[in-house]
């Protein structure tokens, strides 16, 4: 029987196994951690006031609570009585029928606003903190005129405009943005409006 360093070849050959073993279970883990996207970012700050008022979607990917919508995608928000925003999402499908869907925003970081919870439960129960999206301002222009926003999965995300009809490299500059944030942007749709 052949040794080495008073190893037997058998027991010799299950340590180089096993230490190649951990070498890869590190490796793996090492390449698992790095590719871990880093925290989501959003802007410093939100004036509500001014966010506000009427969006056009001109760009998102996909998602399955609008697979209705055809063209003529919008969201109005309005503050309520109670401090929160409503959210009066509409679209319209190929049958050119009105897709509506209204909801409840809640703020999660006053006084920064960045961050909101966004609740389409019926109104009765909308109180209760449970199945609510993410909805988190990720890059916003000084006129609030366009605006990108997106959750900390990366698989949700919109870019919106006060103008159905922006400049393309306005769009091309907020989806670009977000491939830096992590966002695969392979798949994004853009929004048609007609008139």
């Known amino acids: 029987m052949a040794f080495r360093n008073n190893v037997p070849q058998a027991s010799w050959r299950l340590a180089k196994i096993a230490l190649g073993g951990v070498v890869l279970a590190g490796l793996a883990v ?3 951690v790095y590719a871990q996207p880093k ?3 959003t802007v410093y700050k939100v004036e509500l ?6 969006w056009y979607e001109v760009a998102r990917k996909p998602a399955f609570f609008q697979k209705k919508c055809a063209y003529n995608v919008s969201a109005t928000y309005t503050l309520n009585e109670n401090g929160n925003v409503v ?6 499908d190929i049958r050119k029928q009105l897709q509506q869907s209204i909801g409840e925003a809640f703020v999660v970081n006053p006084p920064y606003n960045t961050k909101l919870k966004v609740s389409f439960l019926p109104e009765a129960v909308r109180w209760i903190p449970v199945i609510r999206g993410d909805y988190w301002i990720l890059k916003l222009d000084e006129d609030y005129q366009t605006v990108l926003v997106g959750e900390p999965s990366r ?4 870019v919106l405009s006060r103008d159905p009809h922006p400049e393309q ?4 500059e907020y989806l670009n943005y977000a491939k830096t944030l992590g966002f695969d942007i392979r798949d994004v749709i ?5 008139e």
């Open 30 to 32: 090492g390449t698992y």
């Open 39 to 41: 925290p989501l970012q």
């Open 49 to 54: 006031d001014r966010y506000l008022g009427v």
């Open 87 to 92: 959210v009066d999402n509409r679209c319209y």
């Open 155 to 158: 698989k949700y995300l919109w």
């Open 169 to 172: 490299e306005v769009v091309d």
């Open 190 to 194: 853009r929004t048609e409006h007609k």
